[in-house]
């Protein structure tokens, strides 16, 4: 099995939760569209964005770094069961310089390789700086990236991890 497919089986767990970095309620953009995959899958997923309240009838959340918190600590967010979960796995829709300043929004939550079990990078979101930071944060054997995108790999993720 190649390093990609090995790495998207893991991307998706049974008892994960999956938040979508950058989504969107504009129906053209893949932040809207890639939310709305989750959704018609019945993915536990959040949306993140700081700007936002409300998207495809999910409550958002305006950063990753209280998901991870909700998680690590085994309290529940909001709407969202963050207290069962085995982990967080994230798809980043965000420019490569947001994409950055979220890892390291990450990298200062104590206990978040525990938490952290996926990171996709969608492409338009990573640049060599968001690899290179995701390699020195520890995380880069859980990253997906070289273009891959969710709505065109997600399935086979799916049917890998047998959910």
Known sequence: M??????IRSFFGEKRLYAVAGASNNPSKFGYKILNWYIKHNIPVIPINPKESVILDQPVIHNVSSVIQAIENHKKLGN???????????????????TVATLKEIGEIEGYKNVIKGLWFQPGSYDQDVLDLAKKLGEYDKVIEED??????????????NL
């Open 2 to 7: 190649s390093l990609t497919k090995t790495k």
């Open 148 to 161: 891959e995108c969710i709505l065109v790999r997600g399935e086979e993720g799916l049917l890998s991890a």
């Open 80 to 98: 969202y069961n963050t207290a069962e979960v085995d982990g967080l796995s994230i798809s980043f829709l965000t420019p490569p310089h947001v």
